[in-house]
């Protein structure tokens, strides 16, 4: 078993029924150079194209979701023009919501084949606004309700 790290990639290497230590040397050899010259690692830390978030009886009416943590993947290099993203916001989100709560899911694909599916977070607290306020808020929630579920179709 070897491991070695060439350009900010950690490869390990095992081989087992060498005839010799030399063969043993040569073949985790070979393994590594065809993992570094095959494969990428990639890391996806935030992701530009996830649109605001409306938050229903808010003090703000919107917030922005990221991810939990960096993602990181090591991917076959001719695979990397293939990689695509798709995220999922959970569909009514109401006051409270707190800093790191999850509000939806983020997937990693390659070509249609789902690689990693990592949770998305709110980024900031939004407390509830106050009372007097919730029934213009009520009006307009059901206002967007009935337009996403009967206008719409």
């Known amino acids: 078993m070897a491991a070695a790290e060439r350009d900010s990639q950690i490869m390990i290497a095992t ?42 009886y808010g003090q703000d009416s919107h917030l922005s979701p990221q991810l939990k943590e960096p993602i990181h993947l090591s991917i076959p290099d ?31 694909y390659i070509n249609d084949s789902k690689i990693i599916v990592k949770p998305l977070i709110a980024n900031r607290t939004i407390t509830t606004q106050p009372i007097w306020q919730q029934p213009f808020e009520w009006l ?7 337009s996403k579920h009967f206008i719409a179709q």
């Open 15 to 56: 081989v087992f029924g060498a005839k010799s230590e030399r063969a043993r040397d040569a073949a985790v050899t070979k393994l590594i150079n065809h993992a570094q010259n095959r494969f990428k690692n990639i890391t996806i830390a935030h992701d530009n194209k996830l649109p605001a978030v409306r938050v229903w």
């Open 78 to 108: 001719r695979q990397h023009g293939k990689l695509h993203t798709r995220f999922q916001l959970t569909q009514s989100l109401k006051a409270p919501i707190h800093t790191g709560q999850v509000i939806g899911s983020y997937t990693v």
């Open 140 to 146: 307009q929630y059901q206002i967007d309700y009935l």
